[in-house]
């Protein structure tokens, strides 16, 4: 069953891996939970900032040394066992000493924490997202008046890469805290989305406006309607990347799973017999039919243009051999431009022929198509023709077509 409410977090989810979507928000086995260093990392540094800004804004400046303090006690909680590092060179006290150093640079440049008027640090809110009937809840790190009567959005960030205002995840993330405030706080109208990056000692800040917000909206609309889709359909077709390491769910994952159960298999000595070996034996089978076949393609490729060369400096259009005949024919084509060719021409010609009447039908069918029953028909105007001109490459084509003898296989 879906859940009743979702979040930034949980979105991201679904568009990274829908298939831990639904372990993480709809299945909800129970595993042991795997942590990466840089999320307790975040964790630990935002818990300490919370306080820090919470205690600041009454005028009380938590001493340094106490906030170090804070975060280390932090660490003392996290299982060591469970966090996946994600390489040979850092190790667990590296993340703790990054985090420190990161703490500790802001406290020096923001002391004594008093932004504006504190609203609200770890603010939890949440909206119904408009034209839907979808909760989406938001934890907005820090929310402040500020002297001229604006509001800012703040979130911190302790990771490596800095984002931009324009990349997706920023726009997702900032848009939804500030449709939550939004909603939450109708009388402000100016208001700044600032993400501060720890690491890199540096403000990341814009304002989004009503259309930027109404093309979130819909673009969040189309991954919630996806979500209903792939519940309705229980389609939650696994994504593999980088980020499984860290997955929880990795050893109970379709995309994964088998892997797991043949190197437990191969280390308690198996006799070959299980399904999961099995099917093993069948995909080793099934690469080396595939690479066999990739190598004859290549090699039926390079006899293809040996073919066209020879036919063309022979003048004929069939060669014989022994077992049966090759036809070659060599001629001139013309093909519409294609999206990947050129993505911005193939979208004007889509709106060019949009555009006349009766044609869209042939086109958004297929390019050749249209090109066999309109243009070759001689469907258009001749201010048709001289429109679709520039929209049209015209080359060789060559094609060759092996025709084996039925004699041949008749006497085998």
């Known amino acids: ?24 928000y709809i299945e909800k086995p129970v595993v ?7 999320a307790f990392l975040g964790m630990a540094v935002h818990k300490a900032l919370s306080q820090l800004y919470k205690m600041g804004a009454d005028g009380v400046v938590w001493p340094e040394n106490d ?17 996946v590092l994600p390489s040979d060179y850092y190790t667990v006290d590296d993340y703790i000493r990054i985090g420190r150093e990161a703490l500790v640079r802001h406290y020096h440049k923001y002391k004594p924490f008093k932004h504006g008027v504190l609203i609200g640090a770890e603010l939890s809110l949440q909206f119904t997202l408009p034209g839907t009937q979808f909760i989406i809840r938001t934890i907005i790190d820090r929310l402040s ?35 939550s405030v939004q909603a939450s706080y109708p009388q402000f109208n100016d208001i700044d989305l600032v993400q501060i990056y720890l690491r890199q000692d540096e403000e990341v800040a814009c304002r989004m406006s009503p259309d930027e917000l109404d093309e979130l909206t819909e673009q969040v609309r189309l991954t919630l309607a ?32 088998h892997r797991f159960t043949m190197e437990v298999l191969e280390k308690e000595d198996s006799d070959g017999s299980t399904p999961e070996e099995k099917a093993a034996e069948k995909a080793e089978a099934m690469i080396g039919v595939h690479l066999k076949i990739k190598e004859l393609e290549a ?10 060369e020879l036919a063309r400096e022979l003048d004929v259009s069939k060669i014989f ?3 049966g005949r090759v036809d070659v024919r060599i001629g001139q084509e013309e093909k519409l431009i294609t999206r990947t060719v050129d993505q911005k021409a193939h979208a004007d010609l889509n709106a060019l022929v949009g555009g006349w009447e009766g044609m869209d039908p042939f086109f958004e069918l297929n390019g050749n198509e249209f090109m066999k029953k309109v243009y070759l028909a001689g469907r258009l105007t001749d201010e048709q023709r001289d429109q679709l001109e520039e929209y049209i490459k015209r080359g060789e084509r060559a094609v060759v077509t092996p025709r084996p003898s039925r004699k041949r296989f008749d006497s085998e």
């Open 1 to 24: 069953m879906l859940p009743k409410s979702f979040s930034h977090s949980s979105l991201g989810t679904y568009r990274n891996c829908p298939r831990q979507f639904k372990f993480q």
């Open 32 to 38: 042991r939970r795997k942590i990466s260093p840089q």
């Open 67 to 83: 906030v170090v303090e804070f975060y280390a006690k932090e660490w003392d909680k996290v299982d060591l066992e469970s966090l």
């Open 145 to 179: 008046k500020k002297d001229d009567g604006s509001l800012e959005i703040c979130d911190y960030k302790t990771g490596q890469h800095m984002l931009r205002t324009h990349d997706l995840d920023f726009r997702y993330q900032m848009g939804l805290y500030l449709l």
């Open 226 to 257: 996806a979500i209903v889709a792939a519940e309705r359909n229980d389609n939650f077709p696994p994504t593999e990347s980088a980020l499984c390491a860290y997955c929880s769910y990795e050893e109970l994952c379709p995309a994964r799973r």
């Open 299 to 308: 090699e039926k490729r390079l006899l293809k243009e040996d073919l066209i």
């Open 321 to 323: 051999a022994k077992s």
